[in-house]
T-cell receptor, first 116, second 114 residues
Framework: GDSVTQMEGPVTLSEEAFLTINCTYT??????LFWYVQYPGEGLQLLLK?????DKGSNKGFEATYRKETTSFHLEKGSVQVSDSAVYFC???????????????FGRGTQLTVWP | EAQVTQNPRYLITVTGKKLTVTCSQN?????MSWYRQDPGLGLRQIYY???????DKGDVPEGYKVSRKEKRNFPLILESPSPNQTSLYFC?????????????FGSGTRLTVV
């Protein structure tokens, strides 16, 4: 079945460091891929998304490219800030027709802490 | 404002005492879903609903019930809560039509069962 494997955390970085959080997926059909962010004490917010191979999603300085050949959707940011400290979830929306259509599958989440 | 509203935000209850967590959306979405979030496990789907009167089990449905009598509401019912249901719960909704519309999540309900 569809699934997402996400880099285990926690990740601790200094401000202005480069961030990569790895995410790979297994899916049938043509899934859409997402990164969600959860700030302390809050719900999940959509950070960025990509709907087909080679699409690049971007938002707030974060980027991720949908790589079908490596089944990956790694999250990157060139210079992190203290305010980026949060839990990041990679997610897949099934493209398989049938009862699972539209269902989201989440990775386990990666806690990012950025120190000043 | 388009949103998913969950209540309550925080709840402490005792084992066996029936409870309901409400979820309401104002976007006329067909699809609604409940997830639980546990450390190291990410979010796991409990139940989902494709439309009114259409519900189905997710990955971890045991100990939970849902109903979808009207499009906007999708309550989560714990008939006899147990401590292993202590978790952070999220409701989410979206349009069912195929496409890349993102989900809208509620703010979460932190449940503690003692």
């Amino acid at each position: 079945g569809d699934s997402v494997t996400q880099m285990e955390g926690p990740v601790t970085l200094s401000e202005e460091a480069f961030l990569t959080i790895n995410c790979t997926y297994t899916a049938t059909g043509y899934p859409s891929l997402f990164w969600y962010v959860q700030y302390p004490g809050e719900g999940l917010q959509l950070l960025l998304k990509a709907t087909k191979a080679d699409d690049k999603g971007s938002n707030k300085g974060f980027e991720a490219t949908y790589r079908k050949e490596t089944t990956s959707f790694h999250l990157e940011k060139g210079s992190v800030q203290v305010s980026d400290s949060a839990v990041y979830f990679c997610a897949l929306k099934s493209g398989d027709r049938g009862s699972t259509l539209g269902r989201l599958y989440f990775g386990r989440g990666t806690q990012l802490t950025v120190w000043p | 404002e388009a949103q998913v509203t969950q209540n309550p935000r925080y709840l402490i209850t005792v084992t066996g005492k029936k409870l309901t967590v409400t979820c309401s959306q104002n976007m006329n979405h067909e699809y609604m879903s409940w997830y639980r979030q546990d450390p190291g496990l990410g979010l796991r789907q409990i139940y989902y609903s494709m439309n009114v009167e259409v519900t189905d089990k997710g990955d971890v449905p045991e100990g939970y019930k849902v109903s979808r009598k009207e499009k906007r509401n999708f309550p989560l019912i714990l008939e006899s809560p147990s401590p292993n249901q202590t978790s952070l719960y999220f409701c989410a909704s979206k349009f069912t039509v195929q496409g890349a519309n993102g989900y809208t999540f509620g703010s979460g309900t932190r449940l503690t069962v003692v």
